[in-house]
């Protein structure tokens, strides 16, 4: 069973008297532990359907489905669940809190969204500081560390829900290329682990050479798919 299900998605925006279509009739499936990638130039409609995957706005027209939940379905509140429920999400500029230590910054969302009894946040907040490597920097904050190591408190933060799928816009943006290529295999090695979907949008070629699915988008279309190993459709 597909984790996401897009049927014929539109998008328009009003931008004063003018009409902008970001996303123009895109239909696509994505797997359950799977590693995609979106890519395309500034305004091909990457970021755009991000947001919609991740109940952050809604399709002008067409079906979306995740997790078995028609997306267009969700008022505010019930997306703002379903979002703490199901997905996670990594940033470009890692939006971690300043205020926070690594440790309080993994833990946030279980205090925010899930609410979790303090043993259970324990133990959550340990095992992904160790996965991400960050176990020795947990009492820093964010302006201690470097931002190679604030992007890993950011994957351990998306995952720390347990989340079906985590969302990515450019998560190697501001990161040099080395550092990159760590914090990919890092999401490479908690997808295996934690059998969680990972949905990258970017135009880094780090990133979509190690894309299993890949899908090309441009102005708003569907351009093209592409599986590892050479397989293409579309």
Known sequence: MALVVAQDIYKDYQVGEVAVQALRGLSFEIEPASFVSFVGPSGSGKTTLLNLIGCLDKPTKGTLMVADTDILSLGRKASATFRGEHIG?????????????VYENIEYPLLMVQELPAPERLKRVTTLLEAVGMTEQKDKYPDQISGGQKQRVAVARA?????????ADEPTANLDSKT????IELMKKMKDEFKTTFIFSTHDQKIVGEAEILYRLEDGLLAGREARGGQTNG
């Open 89 to 101: 999400f990594i940033f470009q500029d890692f939006n971690l809190i300043p205020v926070l230590t």
């Open 159 to 167: 995952l720390v829900t347990n989340p079906q799928l985590v969302l």
């Open 180 to 183: 990159a290529y760590m914090v």
